[in-house]
């Protein structure tokens, strides 16, 4: 059985950094692309970030561009997200997500549980 | 950016009904090379994660019921679930996976009349 479960959320002050992680387990993670996608409370999808299965290519959406990095470490079987520079604005539950190939250009197929980053001042 | 438009924005079927969402993208997600569709479409139940439905805008995610059926091409589509179920109360949201940035729609909420 796929399972994706993030840690690493938590409340955290305007301009401060933190880090997600999504430990993956039940198929070959290299092989596949992998996401982060947030949502805010009480609204809809905003997709965050993408990281081809390895590695090699990464896309950001303009909104966290030069604030987040997304990476993997294939032989942990795990996805990160370094996020600095916060903003009220990413408060949100993050969700980390697989994807059905290993191109960053395929359907998100599983999605974790999500972990809550709350930005506050 | 592609932006995708959901409607309506909300609506409620009597239990066995037909709900029909829409969602429309700004510039065509049909890729010439291979002739699909970058269109999925998810349903996300109160408090818990999105749930893949349908990708290629109209295949049937493994294991979703055949109520579900997706439809379009281009810029236009269409979720249609044949017979409400009361289980199938959530938002439904699609996206595209055409371009960067991978842009989901509004989402449409569905309840029992």
């Known amino acids: 059985e796929v399972q994706l479960l993030e840690s690493g959320g938590g409340l955290v002050q305007p301009g401060g950094s933190l880090r997600l992680s999504c430990a993956a387990s039940?198929?070959?993670?290299?092989?596949?692309?992998m996401s982060w996608v947030r949502q805010a409370p009480g609204k809809g999808l905003e997709w965050v970030s993408s990281?081809?299965?390895?590695?090699?290519?990464?896309y950001y959406a303009d909104s966290v561009k030069g604030r987040f990095t997304i990476s993997r470490d294939n032989s942990k079987k795990t996805l990160y997200v370094q996020m600095n520079s916060l903003r009220a604005e990413d408060t949100a539950v993050y969700y980390c997500?697989?994807?059905?190939?290993?191109?960053?250009?395929?359907?998100?197929?599983?999605w974790g549980q999500g972990t809550l980053v709350t930005v506050y001042s | 950016d592609i932006v995708m438009t959901q409607s309506p924005d909300s609506l409620a079927v009597s239990l066995g009904e037909v709900a029909t969402i829409n969602c429309k993208s700004s510039?065509?997600?049909?890729?010439?090379?291979?002739?699909?569709?970058?269109l999925a479409w998810y349903q996300q139940k109160a408090g818990q994660s999105p749930k893949l439905l349908i990708y290629?805008?109209?295949t049937r995610e493994s294991g979703v019921p055949d109520r579900f059926s997706g439809s379009g091409s281009g810029t236009d589509f269409t979720l249609t679930i044949s017979s409400l179920q009361a289980e199938d109360v959530a938002v439904y949201y699609c996206?595209?996976?055409?371009?960067?940035?991978?842009?989901f729609g509004p989402g449409t909420k569905v309840d029992i009349k």
């Open positions: 997500a697989k994807s059905s190939g290993a191109t960053c250009y395929s359907v998100v197929d599983t």
């Open positions: 039940g198929f070959t993670f290299s092989s596949y692309a």
């Open positions: 990281v081809s299965g390895s590695g090699d290519t990464t």
């Open positions: 510039q065509s997600v049909l890729y010439s090379s291979d002739n699909k569709n970058y």
């Open positions: 290629w805008a109209s």
């Open positions: 996206q595209q996976y055409y371009s960067i940035p991978f842009t």
